[in-house]
Nanobody, 119 residues
Framework: QVQLVESGGGLVQAGGSLRLSCAASGRTFNTDVMGWFRQAPGKEREFVASIRWSGINTYYADFAKGRFTISRDNAKTTVYLQLNSLKPEDTAIYYC????????????WGQGTQVTVSS
């Protein structure tokens, strides 16, 4: 089992920044890829960004490019998502999730952290 705990969400004005954290514990050797997703009210969950524990490859959704940055701290088994230049449409619950490199399915999910951007 893998446990994921997100933190760092909150209320911020448009143009502001937040840094989300996702701490992983448990059988983390099976968590090659860490991803961030978000779900806004009335909308489907969507991919935001992903990173591998090993290597430097990162991937971003188009809306995240240039504004959001995903990073990791292997020693702390923690992944971060820096959110800059936030917009009201970024308001959502942000989830971290993990999968192995041999699967396309994100198997373990955190409980989510709320990000609210006011105009």
């Amino acid at each position: 089992q893998v446990q994921l705990v997100e933190s760092g969400g909150g209320l911020v004005q448009a143009g502001g920044s937040l840094r989300l954290s996702c701490a992983a514990s448990g059988r983390t050797f099976n968590t090659d890829v860490m991803g961030w997703f978000r779900q806004a009210p009335g909308k489907e969950r969507e991919f935001v960004a992903s990173i591998r524990w090993s290597g430097i490859n990162t991937y971003y959704a188009d809306f995240a490019k240039g504004r959001f940055t995903i990073s990791r701290d292997n020693a702390k088994t923690t992944v971060y998502l820096q959110l800059n230049s936030l917009k009201p449409e970024d308001t959502a619950i942000y989830y971290c999730a993990t999968r192995s490199s041999t699967s396309n399915e994100y198997r373990y999910w955190g409980q989510g952290t709320q990000v609210t951007v006011s105009s």
